[in-house]
């Protein structure tokens, strides 16, 4: 077995105990997008590990809208939960996270091809993949800002998809910079970066959860 192979069943198994620290531990309504989004991965990754000829550059695309999608409804999803209890800042932050949200999509559909091709991956992805990062950034900042408190398992969810999208970019960046060539090793690296963050998405789902500030 290659590490790379060892790795991702590696990481197989800690999606798998986050989805069932999520439901064992009642977590799953911090989130429900995030649960659809961590279920779903769980069984795409076991589905490509499987069956590997049937994960074709078209699967791929299919499978990246629809995380991408998810990372957008997950951003409108925190905030509505996290800033819900605090009227003034909700109708705010919901206000301009959408006016975000709008925008971005907007831009994406403006700004790629119509029939987006895998080969289109490294020139267009890492642009939309910085808009997640960017909706889910604002919200961690206002939360600072005006000093919300959150359970744990929400700031898990920020503090693990953050850096991880960003890894991601440069990932799909690199992509562009040297060629699908480089695709194996920066495959192994993209790995690494993604396990790290199932194993802290894993802990927190069994962990119990408190309230910060």
């Known amino acids: 077995m290659t590490l790379q192979r060892g790795l991702v069943f590696f990481g197989i198994g800690l999606m798998v105990a986050t989805v069932f620290g999520l439901f064992r531990n009642g977590k799953t309504r911090l989130s429900v997008v995030f649960t ?6 769980t069984i ?19 499978k ?6 998810l990372f957008m409804c997950m951003a409108l999803e925190l905030s ?21 949200v709008i ?3 907007v831009a994406i559909f ?3 091809p119509q029939n987006l091709t895998y080969s289109d991956l490294a020139r267009y992805q890492p642009e939309i993949t910085t808009t997640v990062v960017w909706c889910l950034s604002f919200v961690a900042l206002l939360i600072v800002w005006y000093q ?13 998809f953050i850096p991880y999208q960003m890894v ?3 990932y799909t960046d690199l992509i562009g910079r040297l060629g699908w060539g480089a695709l194996p090793g920066l495959n192994l690296l993209n790995t690494v970066a993604y396990d790290a963050v199932a194993a802290y998405w894993a802990y927190a789902a069994w962990r119990k959860d408190e309230v910060i500030t």
């Open 36 to 41: 659809i989004y961590i279920t779903l991965a």
């Open 44 to 62: 795409f990754t076991i589905l490509i590990v499987g069956f590997p000829l049937r994960y074709t550059p078209e699967a791929f695309m299919i």
């Open 64 to 69: 990246q809208g629809i995380y991408d999608t």
């Open 80 to 100: 509505i939960k996290v800033f819900a209890a605090f009227r003034g800042v909700a109708t705010r932050v919901r206000a301009f996270l959408a006016l975000a």
């Open 103 to 105: 925008a971005s999509t």
């Open 110 to 112: 403006v700004l790629t």
């Open 148 to 160: 919300i408190p959150v359970p744990a398992f929400t700031r898990a969810i920020l503090l693990g």
């Open 168 to 170: 991601f970019v440069i």
